[in-house]
C-alpha cells in the first residue's frame, strides 16, 4: 500500500501543469477542540463516542464509492482536525483508504494540528502510506497564537516538524496567515526565522479575512481589535513573499508556494478544474459533469450509514464552466490555457474580454501569451477585481457571436475528464 512516486518530484511548474491529477478524493473530518476566532468552516465539538462512530460511517461511505469502481490518484484527508482522532479511529480511516485506494495514488495528504498530531499517528499513516502532512501553525507569535484561537504555542510547531523529519515524512507543508490585528514587519521576520529553521516543501500563506459570525468579526464590530488596512496588509504579504523566494520557494498559486518538487498535487486538480469526490459530512463533489455537496450535518451523515443526502445539486452549463475556469485557473502561476478553454467551454476569452485583458497587461497585471494569461505578482495583488472584470465581460458577452460550435462540447460537461470524482 505505498503511494507510488509518478512525477510528483519534478518541480518545474510547466511539468506540474501537464499531468493530470483527477480523479482526487477529499475526505472531511469536521472536528475540533476549540473553534479558531477566524474560522467559519463547518466544524462540530471533538465527541469520542461521536467521532468513532463518525469514522465508521466513512468507512462505509469509502466502501461505497470503492464498490462503484471509484480510483482516486490523490487523497486529502482534510477538516476540521483529522489528528483529533483518537488512535483507534485514525488507525481505522486510515486503514480503510490505504486498502481500497493505496496502490493507485500519485499522492496522499492529512492535515494535522500541532497540539493533536503525535508519533504514534505519524508512524501510522507512513506506514499505511501517507506521504504529505500539512500542519496548520498560522504564526509563530505568540500573541497572535492567542488572538487566533489556536490551541498550541509556537514551540509545538518546531517540535513537531522535527519529529517529522526523525520519523521521514516525505513532504511536509506548512499554513500561515498574514495580516492579524497587531501583525508587524518584526513578527513576520519572526516567522520567516522559524520556517528557515523547520524548512517544510510547502507553504500556503491565506489573508486573513473576517467571516460572518467568526469571533474576530465580533471582535472587529465591538471595537475590541484594531484590524490592519489593506495597504498594510499587501506589505507583510509582500515581505513573506520576498522572505521566502529567498529562501528557495516557488510560487506556484496565488496563496501556496513549494520548494524540491513540493506542490500539492490534489490542490492543483482543483485549480485545474479537474474532478474529484468528497466524502463526510458537508464535503463537496464534482464528478461526472456534476457538482453536489454532503449534508453539513455531523448527526444526519452518522444515521446515513454512507450514503449520504446531497444538497446543492447542479449540472455546471458552458458559462459556468467558464466562469469556474477563470476563477480556477487564474490562481495558478502558470495561468489559463485559452485553447484549453475554447474547446472545452466554447469561449475565446481573449476575444471576449479583449480590451480588458489588453488594459490589464499595460498595467502590469497579467501576461497575454499566445495561448495563454498569466497573473504577475502585481496582478495577484488585486486578483479577485481581476476576476470579476473578466467574468463581467464574459456573461455580458453574446453566446451566439462567440460560442464556436464545431468544438462539439456543449452538453454542459464542460470538463474533458469526468470519468471518475478541497482547500487544504
Ligand atoms: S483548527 Fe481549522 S477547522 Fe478547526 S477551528 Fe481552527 S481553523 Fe477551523
Known amino acids: 500500500m505505498s503511494v507510488r512516486s509518478t512525477n510528483r518530484r519534478e518541480t518545474g511548474i510547466d511539468a506540474i501543469r501537464h499531468e493530470s491529477h483527477d480523479p482526487g478524493l477529499y475526505v472531511h473530518v469536521p472536528f475540533c477542540r476549540v ?7 463547518h466544524v462540530a465539538s471533538l465527541s469520542p463516542p461521536v467521532t468513532r462512530k463518525y469514522t465508521q460511517v466513512l468507512i462505509q461511505e469509502i ?5 462503484k469502481g471509484f480510483q482516486p490518484r490523490t487523497i486529502f484527508i482534510g477538516g476540521g482536525t483529522p489528528s483529533a482522532l483518537d488512535h483507534q479511529s485514525w488507525s481505522d480511516l486510515l486503514q480503510a483508504l490505504g486498502s481500497h485506494f493505496g496502490e493507485g495514488l500519485s499522492e496522499w495528504t492529512v492535515e494535522t494540528n500541532p497540539e493533536s498530531i503525535d508519533e504514534k499517528k505519524l508512524e501510522v499513516a507512513l506506514q ?68 528557515e529553521q523547520i524548512d517544510p516543501d510547502h507553504i500556503s500563506l491565506y489573508h486573513l479575512s473576517y467571516e460572518k459570525g467568526t469571533w474576530l468579526d465580533k471582535m472587529r464590530s465591538r471595537g475590541d481589535i484594531d484590524p490592519l488596512q489593506d495597504e498594510q496588509c499587501i506589505d507583510l504579504a509582500r515581505q513573506f513573499l520576498s522572505g521566502l523566494t529567498d529562501q528557495g520557494y516557488q510560487r506556484y498559486e496565488v496563496s501556496n508556494l513549494h520548494k524540491r518538487g513540493g506542490a500539492s498535487l490534489h490542490n492543483l486538480n482543483y485549480w485545474q478544474r479537474g474532478t474529484y469526490l468528497g466524502i463526510g459530512s458537508g464535503a463537496a463533489s464534482f464528478h461526472e459533469g456534476k457538482r453536489w455537496k454532503n449534508l453539513a450535518n455531523v448527526t444526519s451523515y452518522i ?35 485559452l485553447a484549453e478553454m475554447r474547446t472545452s467551454t466554447g469561449f475565446s476569452l481573449d476575444q471576449i474580454c479583449e480590451s480588458s485583458l489588453r488594459r490589464f497587461e499595460q498595467r502590469g497585471l497579467l501576461l497575454h501569451e499566445e495561448d495563454r494569461i498569466r ?50
Request: net charge negative; with cysteine.
Open 303 to 337: 444515521e446515513s450509514e454512507g450514503s449520504p443526502r446531497r444538497v446543492d445539486e447542479e449540472n455546471p452549463d458552458r458559462i459556468t464552466a467558464a466562469v469556474e475556469t477563470i476563477m480556477l485557473q487564474l490562481r495558478l502561476v502558470s495561468g489559463l490555457d
Open 35 to 41: 473553534r479558531c476566532t477566524y474560522c467559519d468552516f
Open 375 to 424: 497573473i504577475t505578482d502585481l496582478g495577484f495583488e488585486i486578483l479577485d477585481s481581476i476576476i470579476l472584470s473578466l467574468v463581467e465581460d464574459l456573461e455580458g458577452s453574446s453566446d451566439e457571436k462567440r460560442f464556436d460550435s464545431s468544438n462539439g462540447s456543449v452538453d454542459g460537461t464542460a470538463h474533458p475528464s469526468s470519468s471518475g470524482l478541497d482547500r487544504g
Open 63 to 67: 466502501e461505497s464509492i470503492a464498490r
Open 128 to 195: 499505511i502510506g501517507v506521504d504529505r502532512i500539512s500542519t496548520g501553525a498560522q504564526t509563530f507569535d505568540e500573541k497572535g497564537l492567542s488572538l487566533l484561537g489556536r490551541q498550541h504555542d509556537a514551540s509545538r510547531v518546531i517540535e513537531v516538524h522535527q519529529m517529522m523529519q526523525r520519523l521521514g515524512v516525505p513532504r511536509t507543508s506548512l499554513d500561515l496567515i498574514v495580516g492579524w490585528p497587531g501583525q508587524d514587519h518584526q513578527s513576520v521576520m519572526a516567522d520567516l526565522a522559524a520556517v
